[in-house]
């Protein structure tokens, strides 16, 4: 019983989904067969996608060096980044669900938010062979138009997701994520290695290569204050505790 709770605690939306599908089968049965089957079309089609989407994200992880993925799609890329992504989304093949990996491993090895919006967006709506689709069935005219206005727009949602959504607001890096109480962890991908931390507390913190490393845990509270001051005045806010 015990276990059952601790599984519905940490797998909320599951146990959400599997409630509705109880109620439904007890009072709509055709309506949850008919349901069902729509959950199991899906279920294969990620089943066959999903595994490819893993071995690459799995590659791009291993393979492809922090410092390419910062320099070509890191904050300090500019338009050759915003580029980049774009042209990344655009010749991308498969649904949009299996963007979501990626763009977090990107995301992970110092990839910008603006960019990875770019590449979300350019994915889901400018695809090149769906564009060609488009033409046929509702003329180049329409496709071209809307390619010019969506293009615009998909720009400026990523320059104003960047100015909305912040590191902090992004999970840990699972490497130094937390653990349990008391716990301090760094979002390593977005340090801007300025060190200022390890001045602050550098019983706590300390360079590794050009980011901060945490290298004690389970602060008492005569270091919280200490602590609590190298987090706010971290420039890149991407410290917890
Ligand atoms: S203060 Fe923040 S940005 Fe600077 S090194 Fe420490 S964790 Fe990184």
């Known amino acids: 019983m015990n276990?059952?709770?601790?599984?519905?605690?940490?797998?909320?939306?599951?146990?959400?989904?599997?409630?509705?599908?109880?109620?439904?089968?007890?009072?709509?049965?055709?309506?949850?067969?008919?349901?069902?089957?729509?959950?199991?079309?899906?279920?294969?089609?990620?089943?066959?996608?999903?595994?490819?989407?893993?071995?690459?994200t799995a590659l791009i992880s291993a393979w492809v060096p922090t410092s390419t993925i910062e320099k070509n799609l890191g904050k300090n890329s500019g338009w050759k980044g915003a580029v980049f992504s774009f042209l990344l989304g655009s010749?991308?093949?498969?649904?949009?669900?299996?963007?979501?990996?990626?763009?977090?491993t990107l995301l992970q090895k110092g990839a910008s938010i603006a960019n990875i919006v770019v590449l979300l967006s350019t994915w889901a709506v400018v695809k090149v062979p769906m564009l060609l689709n488009e033409a046929k069935f509702l003329s180049p005219k329409f496709?071209?138009?809307?390619?010019?206005?969506?293009?615009?727009?998909?720009?400026?949602?990523?320059?104003?997701?960047?100015?909305?959504?912040?590191?902090?607001?992004?999970p840990a890096d699972s490497s130094q994520e937390n653990t349990g109480e008391?716990?301090?962890?760094?979002?390593?991908?977005?340090?801007?290695?300025?060190?200022?931390?390890?001045?602050?507390?550098?019983?706590?913190?300390?360079m590794e290569g050009k980011k901060a490393i945490v290298i004690k845990q389970n602060p008492g509270p005569a270091a919280l204050t200490l602590l609590q001051a190298a987090r706010e005045k971290c420039p890149a806010q991407v410290i917890k505790m």
């Open 182 to 206: 008391n716990t301090i962890s760094i979002n390593r991908e977005y340090c801007i290695g300025c060190a200022l931390c390890t001045k602050i507390a550098p019983a706590y913190f300390k």
């Open 91 to 104: 010749f991308s093949a498969g649904p949009i669900y299996a963007a979501f990996p990626v763009s977090k």
């Open 143 to 170: 496709m071209a138009l809307r390619w010019v206005l969506t293009t615009i727009s998909i720009f400026i949602m990523g320059y104003l997701t960047e100015k909305i959504v912040k590191p902090q607001h992004l």
């Open 3 to 56: 276990k059952a709770l601790h599984f519905a605690k940490n797998n909320k939306l599951l146990t959400l989904v599997a409630a509705i599908y109880l109620l439904l089968f007890i009072f709509q049965p055709a309506k949850a067969m008919l349901s069902l089957g729509n959950s199991l079309y899906y279920i294969k089609e990620m089943l066959t996608i999903m595994p490819v989407i893993l071995l690459l």
